[in-house]
């Protein structure tokens, strides 16, 4: 890959229950993530089909088979977020039954996308960890990193990318993730709404949401501004959350409408443009989302042989 070139690269945040068990009402929302099981084959084939490489950022509690096993992994030092109810093993300790392991695991799955071309599993820590809620500590994000990267070993899997949850990016634990063998992150947009992840008010949420119908900033960025310090991970940008499909048909050709152009911009300015999503988000409107990844798709192929624009995952951005 020649730098001068410009780049699509694509994450997904791969972890079904585990990222949103404390969100959603789960136990009316089975079929959500049995589309989404369905689905990430059908992702694959797309992606296989135009020559996509991607990263998929997995929860680390996916590796798992069954609760027994589940049960075996849980790390001596656990997160202790003073919000008890954002903990993963709690939650995960009262839900215990052969209906709910295809919304907790999915080894299979990993493996399926683990050997499918230029498909990068990478990790999204062990637990969903929050790295920026009080009550954790450095040594517990260090323990279940330990366990994710453990479990992917067992399966011939190295983890070399690392995508923070709820981008939840913590400086100070950047050293841990180098330490611990991850070479690339992927960091925020640095527009102002993001620069607290966490924020929750109403201004930041409106302009989030906004953000992906009207042209509020650059998106598409140079390779220079690909962070690499010595002794940290290289810092990958965000650009574009792909969002679930609208009921409105007005909102939803509006984003895809932002999504072409911010790729065009890309690969005319030979720049990187970084788009991610949950394979959850297709969980409600799995067809009609096929079609938008599809649309977005046929576009990249129409960039590359104009402009020669590139398919990269983060690891393959990490080595240029």
Same mark, same amino acid.
């Given at each position: ?82 919000? %008890?109810?954002? %903990? ?110 966490? %924020? ?121």
């Amino acid at each position: 890959m020649n730098q001068r070139e410009g780049g699509l690269v694509i994450s997904l945040d791969f972890e079904l229950l585990w990222g949103v068990f404390d969100q959603i009402n789960w136990e009316v929302q089975e079929d959500y993530f049995l589309n989404t099981r369905k689905v990430i084959p059908q992702v694959l084939d797309i992606f296989k089909n135009f020559n996509i490489h991607a990263t998929w950022a997995t929860v680390g509690m996916l590796f798992n088979k069954n609760w027994n096993e589940w049960e075996r992994n849980k790390p001596a030092n656990l997160p202790e977020y003073s919000n %008890s109810g954002l %903990s993963a093993y709690q939650f995960g300790s009262g839900i215990h039954s052969k209906g709910t392991e295809d919304m907790c695991f999915a080894p299979q799955l990993i493996s399926k996308i683990a050997i499918t071309p230029g498909q990068e599993i990478a990790t999204h820590t062990y637990s969903h960890y929050y790295c920026l809620e009080p009550g954790q500590q450095a040594v517990q994000f260090k323990e279940d990193l330990l366990k994710a990267i453990e479990l992917a070993k067992k399966i011939n899997i190295s983890l070399q990318s690392l995508v923070f949850p709820r981008n939840q990016l913590k400086k100070e634990y950047l050293e841990i993730c180098f330490e611990l063998g991850i070479l690339n992150v992927r960091s925020n947009p640095q527009s102002w709404y993001w620069k607290d992840a966490k %924020s929750n008010n109403i201004v930041t949420k409106i302009s989030r949401t906004g953000d992906a119908y009207l042209d509020l900033g650059k998106k598409s960025y140079p390779w220079e501004e690909v962070i690499k310090i010595p002794g940290l991970p290289t810092l990958q940008m965000a650009s574009r959350f792909l969002r679930p499909v609208e009921e409105n048909n007005v909102l939803r050709a509006l984003k895809l409408k932002r999504i072409l152009k911010e790729m065009e911009t890309a690969a005319g300015k030979k720049e990187i443009y970084h788009l991610w999503w949950h394979p959850h988000n297709f969980g409600n409107n799995p067809e009609e989302s096929m079609k938008d990844l599809e649309i977005i798709l046929e576009q990249f192929v129409l960039l590359r042989n104009k402009f020669g624009f590139q398919s990269l995952n983060m690891a393959e951005v990490g080595e240029q």
